[in-house]
C-alpha cells in the first residue's frame, strides 16, 4: 500500500474515532448531512456558526473541482454520484431562478443592477445564489433562540468588476426577518489556497486580485 494511502486511511479512522467518541460521550454532538434550504431537524439552538459557499462554486471557489480528486477515491459511494458537476449544482446558486422574488437587500440589487449592465446572464446566476442563500438563511432562524447569536463568515467577492457586499447582504437577510446586526469583523485571509491573483477574462496580462479579506458577521435574535 503506497503511503499517500495509508495515511488516508488512518486520518480517516482518527476522525471516524473521534466522532464517535463525541457521540458516545455527548449526546448533545452529532453530525448529518443536510441541505439548509429544506427545514432544518434541530431546535432551540443558541449559536450558529458557519462558514456558508461565496456564491460562485463554479468559479471562484469552486467546491465541484477541488472534491474531484475526492471523488475518484470514494468511486461508487458517493449517494449523490460521481460527478464533480453534479455536487456543483446541488450547491447554493446551482441551479438558475426562473421566476425572480424581490429579495430583502438594497445592497444586493445595487450590485446586480451594475453588473446586469454589462453581463445579464451572470446577473441571473448571481440572483439565484443569493435565492438559495437566503432560503437557507430563512430556515436557520426558524431554529434560533429568542437571543440566539449567529456568526458567518463570508467573502465580498467581484463579480464582473463589480464587488458584491455579501457582509451587509447577510446581515440585511438576517435582519428581515427581525435579528440585529452586533458587528462585522474583518478577517485577513492568511495561507490561501487560491493564487492571490486570477485572470477572470481570460485574456492574457489581465488579472485581477482574489480575495484578501473575510469578512465575520455577528448577529442576535
Ligand atoms: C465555505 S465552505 C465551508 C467549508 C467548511 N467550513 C469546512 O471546513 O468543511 C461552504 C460549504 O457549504 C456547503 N454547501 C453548499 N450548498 C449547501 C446547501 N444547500 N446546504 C448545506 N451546505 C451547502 C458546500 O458544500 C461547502 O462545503
Not at 80 to 100: A, P, R, T
Not at 128 to 157: E, H, M, P, W
Amino acid at each position: 500500500m503506497s503511503k499517500c494511502k495509508r495515511d488516508l486511511f488512518k486520518n480517516a479512522d482518527s476522525f471516524l474515532k473521534s466522532l464517535k467518541y463525541d457521540v458516545l460521550d455527548f449526546e448533545y454532538s452529532k453530525l448529518f448531512l443536510h441541505d439548509t434550504r429544506e427545514p432544518i431537524p434541530i431546535e432551540n439552538i443558541d449559536l450558529v456558526i458557519s462558514s456558508p459557499p461565496y456564491g460562485d462554486s463554479r468559479t471562484t471557489v469552486a467546491y465541484g473541482q477541488f472534491s474531484s480528486f475526492s471523488f475518484d477515491w470514494i468511486k461508487g459511494l458517493n449517494p449523490y454520484g460521481d460527478s464533480d458537476l453534479k455536487l456543483d449544482s446541488l450547491c447554493l446558486g446551482g441551479k438558475k431562478i426562473k421566476k425572480e422574488i424581490e429579495l430583502p437587500s438594497e445592497y444586493l440589487y445595487d450590485a446586480l443592477r451594475n453588473i446586469r449592465k454589462v453581463d445579464e446572464k451572470r446577473a441571473s446566476e448571481v440572483y439565484s445564489f443569493f435565492y438559495d442563500y437566503y432560503l437557507s438563511i430563512k430556515q436557520i432562524v426558524k431554529t434560533l433562540n429568542d437571543n440566539a447569536n449567529v456568526c458567518f463568515i463570508v467573502g465580498n467577492r467581484t463579480v464582473k468588476g463589480i464587488q458584491i457586499e455579501m457582509d451587509f447582504i447577510t446581515a440585511e437577510f438576517f435582519e428581515s426577518f427581525g435579528l440585529t446586526l452586533e458587528s462585522i469583523f474583518v478577517r485577513e485571509i492568511s495561507n490561501k489556497r487560491m493564487p492571490s491573483k486570477n485572470s477572470p477574462t481570460n485574456k492574457t496580462g489581465k488579472t485581477s486580485s482574489t480575495m484578501t479579506n473575510e469578512y465575520i458577521v455577528v448577529m442576535k435574535k
